[in-house]
């Protein structure tokens, strides 16, 4: 018990006074270790798991999704889907509500990151959405929410982390099993936003000529091309995850030069920032390899196993439970490390006890955290969408609980209906 105290303890106090997460984690590990080990081993074991963990050829599909992304987000792409969007959605109930919506699943799922969805989208439909009479806070509050579809649907550098954290589970699986819940968040999104935009009387968009529609829809194919070149190579087989991260590095760079939104010179600039991000998530992970490998050094899944197994056996009891406290967790922590901590917890769990496909249980883990990723204090997305719209937090917590009811509901469906995540896996043969 004495390692189990430590580790929470100094997990928490380092959270407290403001360490950065990453530290939070390799610091709270360190101090379980020194209460078990020498100095030196402890130290150098470490250090060991963090070098080790991180040697791992599936890990480098996630720098070169993120410069993928990267690319993406300076290279025109974002505004050809707006306008693609337009096509598809305009004329619904809030027209532009509901484009923005559309546009980040699009862009979220072709970029990897709700961030840059949050961001992209917000600067472009924000003052859109304003011009047009839509309350700012309600504009923020769909644009963020609907950000983080594209951490569902693939391709996906957090499903890419939660294959590594739960012992080998296919990517390709994982990649296909996001596709259903990804759109359903979507849609539920769409439905409680067009369902205050009527009430609200927000304008639809005006109706698109055919041939304008065409024309729209064919400069947005190649854009939308990257999804099926990347996720079709890897369902076939023609490449793994990281090869097909590495053809989006091509394939983005290539477009963004066609629609000369990128220069040779912008290159300097995007590499940077693509560094500064994968360096933030490696350490990250790295971090929170040690630690897993210290929890389970102190038995600490098997002794929270034990614990839930006794408040109930009922499976959807133990479901709820785990929910609830992945949602508080999500609330706490950042979505990478909440992933490779507790998936050694929570996945023996439900795959010995309630026989769950680990496939499954990791849609359930995403579409959880998801909702901590909108979620104050410590909610990454829900902090750019309010610079982005230059509001502050408190202003859209009021908007944001329908779309949190929504997500919840999506939630819940897919832990308690496993086909809604595993039939198109199934489909292909996973």
């Not at 929170?288 to 899944?301: D, K």
């Not at 979620?375 to 750019?384: E, H, K, M, N, R």
């Amino acid at each position: 018990m004495l390692g189990i105290i430590v580790l929470v303890s100094s997990f928490i106090f380092f959270l407290v006074i403001g360490t950065p997460i990453a530290y939070s984690i390799g610091l709270s590990a360190m101090a379980t270790m020194l209460v078990s080990f020498d100095v030196l081993p402890a130290f150098s074991t470490m250090a060991q798991r963090m070098a080790t963990g991180l040697e791992s050829f599936s890990l480098l599909a996630i720098p070169f999704f993120i410069l993928a992304g990267q690319l993406m987000n300076s290279g025109g792409i974002a505004m050809r889907l707006i306008e693609f969007a337009k096509v598809l959605v305009g004329r619904l109930p809030g027209g532009l509500a509901m484009v923005n919506v559309t546009a980040n699943m699009l862009f979220g799922a072709i970029s990897g990151s709700a961030a840059a969805s949050a961001s992209a989208m917000g600067t472009i439909m924000g003052p859109r959405m304003e011009k047009e009479g839509y309350d700012k806070n309600f504009s923020a509050a769909i644009n963020v929410t609907s950000a983080t579809t594209g951490l569902s649907i693939p391709p996906s550098n957090i499903l890419i982390v939660y294959a590594l954290a739960s012992g080998g589970t296919s990517i390709a699986a994982l990649f296909l099993a996001g596709y259903v819940p990804g759109i359903l968040t979507g849609l539920a999104i769409m439905l409680v936003g067009s369902v205050y935009a009527y009430r609200k009387k927000y304008p639809v968009g005006d109706k698109i000529p055919f041939k304008q529609g065409v024309k729209k829809f064919l400069d947005a194919i190649p854009s939308l091309m990257m999804l099926v070149v990347v996720i079709g190579g890897i369902i076939a087989g023609i490449f793994t995850a990281t090869e097909a991260a590495a053809i989006a590095v091509v394939y983005s760079l290539i477009l963004a030069l066609i629609y000369k939104e990128i220069t040779v010179k912008h290159l300097p600039t995007i590499l940077i920032k693509t560094v500064r991000t994968a360096g933030m998530v490696l350490l990250l992970i790295a971090a929170s390899i040690g630690l897993s490998w210290v929890m389970s050094f102190e038995n600490i899944p098997s002794t929270v196993s034990s614990a839930l197994l006794s408040l109930s056996s009922n499976p959807f009891v133990i479901l709820l439970i785990i929910n609830l406290a992945l949602l508080a967790v999500g609330i706490f922590m950042d979505m990478t490390p909440a992933v490779l901590i507790f998936t050694p917890i929570f996945l023996p769990i439900v795959t010995t006890q309630l026989g769950l496909d680990p496939i499954h249980f990791g849609i359930i883990m995403i579409l959880n955290l998801n909702v901590g990723l909108v979620t104050p204090p410590v909610g990454a997305v829900l902090f750019i969408g309010c610079s982005v719209a230059k509001l502050k937090i408190q202003d859209l917590i009021k908007p944001l609980i329908p779309f949190y009811i929504a997500m919840f509901v999506v939630l819940l469906l897919v832990t308690f209906i496993p086909e809604i995540s595993l039939w198109v896996p199934h489909f292909f043969g996973y």
